[in-house]
C-alpha cells in the first residue's frame, strides 16, 4: 500500500486528487487507488510490473514489483489502467480468507 500511495503521489507534483476505494466483490474485496497525475502512456504501463523497471530519476524499479508478488502470494490479481495525461487506478483484488484452522 505505502508504494502504490507513493507512486500515486508521485504523479502529481502539481497536486491533484487521490482516491483510494475498497468495496466487498463475490469472494473477496476490491481496492482501488487513483489519482489525477500524469498517467502513463501504454508503452510504459506495460512494463510498470517488471522488476527494476523505473522512469524515475531516484528509486530501484522494485516498488510495485513487490506489491505485485504479494498480492499474487496472496492468490490476488493487481491490474493498472493509465491514461496519459489523466491519471493511474491501481486495483488489487485479494480473495477471501478460507475457511478453517489458520496456517498463520
Excluded: C
Excluded at 44 to 55: D, G, I, K, L
Excluded at 83 to 94: C, N
Amino acid at each position: 500500500m505505502i508504494n502504490l500511495l507513493r507512486n500515486a503521489v508521485h504523479a502529481m507534483p502539481q497536486g491533484g486528487e487521490l482516491i483510494v476505494r475498497l468495496r466487498s466483490v463475490p469472494h473477496g474485496v476490491e481496492m482501488a487507488i487513483a489519482d489525477t497525475g500524469v498517467g502513463m502512456p501504454a508503452e510504459v504501463s506495460e512494463h510498470a510490473q517488471e522488476a527494476f523497471f523505473t522512469t524515475k530519476t531516484h528509486g530501484s524499479g522494485l516498488g510495485l514489483t513487490i506489491a505485485s508478488q504479494i498480492v499474487r502470494d496472496h492468490l490476488g490479481e493487481i491490474r493498472i489502467d493509465s491514461r496519459e495525461g489523466e491519471g493511474t487506478t491501481v486495483t488489487l483484488l485479494l480473495p477471501a480468507a478460507q475457511e478453517g484452522p489458520s496456517s498463520v
